[in-house]
């Protein structure tokens, strides 16, 4: 699969290699330090529990002709999700007084998976490889993943500072379904509001 910008430069496969965990990890931190920091922080704790606990049967891997890494997409199934720690995996990285508090919010931040639908779980770029079309390109490359596993239906969440993305989301053909308040976790999360948008595998 190759994206407008990058043409056949581009090549997205499933996982991740070994020696990239590190460098996924941080891709993902710098993504969402912004949603998560405020819980996950210190950042090197942060980038500890990540990069321990990334799972690559859940990745889609973007990268140039030469092989270097510019950008993942993870999805969740029943089976697992592309980050899928539990809370000893949050200890070894916090201590149990940490996990527990943490463990305890983020619990309150899961999405349900449901049945016959792929739920995304984040795309993040390298910061010099933006603006290319790499998001765009996993973004389908996710459509295509679901299509193939006979899924009908995409879904996928977007915060309300967000407005990129969301936009990104629209123009592939993802729509709405419902918005959700985070309530007093706003305080937490820097963000006031998660829009779930969906978009069937057929189109």
């Known amino acids: 699969m190759t994206s ?7 090549t997205i496969t499933p996982g991740f290699r070994p020696h990239d965990r590190e460098l996924v990890a941080k891709l993902f931190w710098h ?15 942060a980038l ?36 899928a ?6 200890a070894a990285s916090y ?21 016959d639908v792929l739920l995304m779980d984040g795309i993040f770029v390298a910061r010099t490889a933006r603006g290319q079309g790499v998001g765009t ?26 407005p990129r993305a969301r936009a990104l989301y629209q123009r592939e053909g993802f729509v709405e379904i419902d918005t959700q308040d985070i309530g007093f ?6 963000f006031r509001s998660s829009s779930r ?3 069937p595998t057929g189109d």
Not at 60 to 82: E, I, M, P, W, Y
């Open 4 to 10: 407008k910008h990058l043409s056949d430069q581009l």
């Open 31 to 45: 993504a969402f330090r912004g949603k998560l920091g405020k819980i996950m922080w210190p950042e090197r704790r």
């Open 48 to 83: 500890d529990f990540v990069a321990a606990n990334l799972d690559p049967d859940f990745a889609l891997a973007a990268r140039d002709h030469a092989g270097n890494l510019l950008g993942v997409a993870g999805f969740k199934t029943s089976d697992g999700a592309l980050l």
């Open 85 to 90: 720690g539990d809370l000893r995996s949050l």
């Open 95 to 115: 201590g149990w007084f940490g996990a527990l508090w943490r463990g305890a919010i983020l619990g309150l931040l899961e999405r349900e998976v449901e049945p």
């Open 137 to 162: 390109a996993l973004l389908h490359a996710i459509c295509d993943t679901a299509r193939a596993r006979g899924l009908s239906a995409v879904r996928l969440d977007v915060i309300d500072v967000n």
């Open 185 to 190: 976790l706003r305080y937490l999360m820097n």
């Open 197 to 199: 948008m969906q978009r």
